[in-house]
């Protein structure tokens, strides 16, 4: 157990719709990650929040959003959903922003499927 | 659970032998690296690390070697399990920029 917690497990939804992810982190970690995983795609960063605020972003689509939260943790907003979008999900925090030494950990993921 | 990466790289072993498991990577400007593990179903598990600084990490029963030189990343497990079946990223970072995850290898260990 890595201590990253994230809800739901599994969600299935139509496409159109807007789906919300939720992610504790680790104790005491104070950044927090967003992944995707597809099938063709691989592990592809999606964005980073550390202490409340946005770090870093990388291949996220407008139609996603994430916030942190005051008490670390994190939402993430998937609308409009497409087909496409069908993935598994990853969370995963870690204690600093610095990523030099520092482990990310990984939740056991949200799979999400668009019909 | 699930499973995903249907079409990545696999290297099958039998149980007892020892795995090699490879990662290239194209910055030359990463400085830290990372191995995880995933099971079926599961988050990526971390492994080990190594920083730019170093060639060569153990842990228990896991070695991480890095060449700067040709830019490649090896994972070697030894005397592989049962358990030890999983797909592998390498993940790199540089300049404590985001985390990048390599493709990821299916190891299988038959019995």
């Known amino acids: 157990d890595s201590g990253v917690t994230q809800t739901p497990k599994h969600l299935i939804t139509a496409t159109g719709q807007r789906v919300t992810l939720r992610c504790s982190p680790r104790?005491?970690?104070?950044?927090v990650y967003w992944y995707q995983q597809s099938l063709d795609q691989g592990l592809q960063f999606l964005i980073q929040y550390y202490n409340g605020e946005e770090r870093a972003k990388g291949n996220i689509l407008e139609r996603f959003s994430a916030q942190q939260f005051p008490d670390l943790h994190s939402e993430l907003n998937l609308s409009s959903l497409e087909l496409g979008d069908s993935a598994l999900y990853f969370c995963?925090?870690?204690?600093?922003?610095?990523?030099?030494?520092?482990?990310?950990?990984f939740g056991e993921g949200s799979w999400l499927t668009v019909v | 659970g699930e499973s995903v990466g249907l079409h990545l790289p696999t290297l099958s072993v039998q149980e007892g032998d020892n795995s090699i498991i490879n990662c290239a990577y194209s910055n030359s400007a990463s400085d830290y690296f990372i191995w995880y593990k995933q099971e079926s179903g599961k988050g990526p598990q971390f492994i080990i690390d190594?920083?730019?600084?170093?060639d060569k990490r153990q842990g228990q029963r896991v070695t991480v070697l890095l060449n700067k030189t040709v830019k490649h990343l090896s994972l070697q497990i030894a005397a592989t399990q049962p358990g030890d079946s999983a797909v592998y990223f390498c993940?790199?970072?540089?300049?404590?920029?985001?985390?990048?995850f390599g493709a990821g290898t299916r190891l299988t260990v038959k019995p």
């Open positions: 190594i920083r730019s600084n170093m």
């Open positions: 104790s005491g970690d104070l950044s």
């Open positions: 995963a925090s870690s204690l600093w922003t610095d990523l030099g030494g520092n482990t990310i950990y």
């Open positions: 993940a790199e970072t540089a300049n404590n920029n985001d985390m990048r």
